[in-house]
């Protein structure tokens, strides 16, 4: 099972299980994942230390733009 917040893998035995009145099912591996997305809401793309934006990086080519030479 992994993190809905940050994708980090969660030992069994450990996390939190977070339960929304319409049915949605999260799981937090930290009190830090869950404050920033149900209090602070915050979105895991948009936060640097989170899996998620590591692998959007990784997935997003970089721009080469070459310069003309006359």
Partial sequence: M?????????????????????GKVFYFCATKCEKNMLKLGKKPHATRWTKITHNLKKTTPKSTTKSKSK
């Fill in 2 to 22: 992994n993190c809905t917040f940050c994708g980090e893998s969660i030992p069994k035995g450990t996390g939190k299980m977070y339960v929304k009145v319409d």
